[in-house]
Each structure stands twice: as structure tokens, then as C-alpha cells.
């Protein structure tokens, strides 16, 4: 089975500063990592993902993560918060290869203060 | 090429009531999931369909739950006896098949059907 673990439900970052949102995967096998974000009453948009090769991954609006599998880490990060960052940003996981469904994270709530 | 689609966005009826959930998926996806999202939780898994077959259901999915996606087109999702701890956002996503240059594992999800049961 396979698991996310978010730490941290609110986070709360000043403009312009660095925004960092932590995720750990549990899986068995290989993973696929994503993380995807949520905006009031809407769906879910991909903010980028990992799937094979490089493990520094960059995706819109200037996050990256990176893939570190001896930590089982995938957290999201971006140098310079901005106001419309604001939102929630989920982690999720499927098994490498199968395009299987995916498990998520419970969430993480990004406030930006000016 | 207009992405996933949900209707209705909104439904609001009272407990016991029946309601139904339609998705349309991205025309070339032939995999189709659904998903439940309570307030302040992540997005949890109920059930997937490849083309036309339901390939694994979640726990989740009681016996008052029923998907079909009959033409391996559109999909439905049907609550019977609505209870109130079915009040939540029901996700709706599609890929495209395993093994083609299209896929990388992602889904690609419609905007969600609101669901509150009073």
C-alpha cells in the first residue's frame, strides 16, 4: 500500500519569501510522486511531477521539487512566494508505470502575508 | 479539447433523496476515476473504470454508491438514500492509455460536483 504523509496542514509565508511544503511517501515499489494544487471550489491542477530521471523537477509558476529516495521525500518548493501562491497544495503518489490511481496527502494550506 | 467536465457543479438535496453525478472525460482517455474530497482533506480514491470495465473500488464505495460508465465515454456517479456525511466534493479525473508517449502517470481533473445534504 501506498502512503503520503503532509507535515504541516497551514503554512504561512511573507512575500517574497521562500515557500517550502513537505511531503514523505511510503510505497513498496518504484513511485510516481505529483503534487497538485487547489484553488477555492475548483479542481485539482498539476503543479509537476516525477516519474523517472532527473530528480529535480521543475513545473509552473516557479516550484520545484526534488526526489530524495534514501529521505522517501518529494517537497515542494519555490524561491519567492507570491500573493496568488495562496491556495492548497496536495502531494500524491501512484505506483511507478501502471498510471495506477493516485493517493494523496491531506493537504497543505499556503497563506501569504504581504 | 475541453478537459474533464462535471455536472452539475452544485446539488443540494435533503437526506434520503437520490442524486447523480455525470463525467465526461478527456475524448482520448480511456481510464476514468472518481474521487471524494471532504472539507480540510485530501482528495480519497472511490473507484476507476478502463474504458468501459470497473477495475477496483474503494472501501469507501458503500452499497448506496453506484458508478457505470456504460460506452466507455461519459461516466456516471449515483448516490441512493443520501445521508449527510455524504455532503463533500466528488472529483472526477481521466488519463490516457498505459504504454502511450501521453502518459506520465498524471490525472487530469474536472472542476467537481458539490454535494450537500441537508
Known amino acids: 500500500a501506498q502512503s503520503v504523509t503532509q507535515l504541516g496542514s497551514h503554512v504561512s509565508v511573507s512575500e517574497g519569501a521562500l515557500v517550502l511544503l513537505r511531503c514523505n511517501y511510503s510505497s513498496s515499489v518504484p513511485p510516481y510522486l505529483f503534487w497538485y494544487v487547489q484553488y477555492p471550489n475548483q479542481g485539482l491542477q498539476l503543479l509537476l511531477k516525477y516519474t523517472t530521471g532527473a530528480t529535480l523537477v521543475k513545473g509552473i509558476n516557479g516550484f520545484e521539487a526534488e526526489f530524495k529516495k534514501s529521505e522517501t521525500s518529494f517537497h515542494l518548493t519555490k524561491p519567492s512566494a507570491h500573493m496568488s501562491d495562496a491556495a492548497e497544495y496536495f502531494c500524491a503518489v501512484s505506483e511507478a508505470g501502471t498510471a495506477s490511481k493516485l493517493t494523496f496527502g491531506t493537504g497543505t494550506r499556503l497563506q501569504v502575508t504581504l | ?118
Open chain 2, 1 to 118: 479539447d475541453t478537459g474533464v467536465s462535471q455536472d452539475p457543479r452544485h446539488k443540494i438535496t435533503k437526506r434520503g433523496q437520490n442524486v447523480t453525478f455525470r463525467c465526461d472525460p478527456i475524448s482520448e482517455h480511456n481510464r476514468l476515476y472518481w474521487y471524494r474530497q471532504t472539507l480540510g482533506q485530501g482528495p480519497e480514491f472511490l473507484t476507476y473504470f478502463q474504458n468501459e470495465a470497473q477495475l477496483e473500488k474503494s472501501r469507501l464505495l458503500s452499497d448506496r454508491f453506484s458508478a457505470e460508465r456504460p460506452k466507455g465515454s461519459f461516466s456516471t456517479l449515483e448516490i441512493q438514500r443520501t445521508e449527510q456525511g455524504d455532503s463533500a466534493m466528488y472529483l472526477c479525473a481521466s488519463s490516457s492509455p498505459i504504454g502511450q508517449p501521453t502518459n506520465t502517470g498524471e490525472l487530469f481533473f474536472g472542476e467537481g460536483s458539490r454535494l450537500t445534504v441537508l
